[in-house]
């Protein structure tokens, strides 16, 4: 069974830096492509970063230069490091997996931007 599983999120001054983390299990990371959303209340959930199978990058432009999408094969792990942290980045961070036609999402980790 497909689980993702976030972690790292919490309370940020603005201009601060943040790394989220998402663990998949039972799947082979490398052979993934893996995307982190964002939802705030009352928006539908937003991409913010993706990386393929075969290791190219994309980035929401709002983010794009201040968030960087990375894997950790070795550990089946994704990350994303978020710097220079505004409140506008403040939302709920889901990790995301399309797999067989399936998406798959994580629990969600809360990221909040002090002003």
């Known amino acids: 069974q497909v689980q993702l599983v976030e972690s790292g999120g919490g309370l940020v001054q603005a201009g601060g830096s943040l790394t989220l983390s998402c663990a998949v299990s039972?799947?082979?990371?490398?052979?993934?492509?893996l995307n982190w959303y964002r939802r705030v209340p009352g928006n539908e959930r937003e991409m913010v970063a993706g990386?393929?199978?075969?290791?190219?990058?994309i980035y929401a432009g709002s983010v794009k230069g201040r968030f960087t999408i990375s894997r950790e094969n070795a550990r089946n792990t994704v990350a994303l490091q978020m710097n220079s942290l505004s409140p506008e980045d403040t939302a709920v961070y889901y990790c995301?997996?399309?797999?067989?036609?399936?998406?798959?999402w994580g629990q969600g980790t809360q990221v909040t931007v002090s002003s």
């Open positions: 995301n997996a399309p797999i067989g036609g399936r998406n798959y």
């Open positions: 039972g799947s082979t990371l490398s052979m993934i492509d």
């Open positions: 990386v393929r199978s075969n290791g190219a990058t």
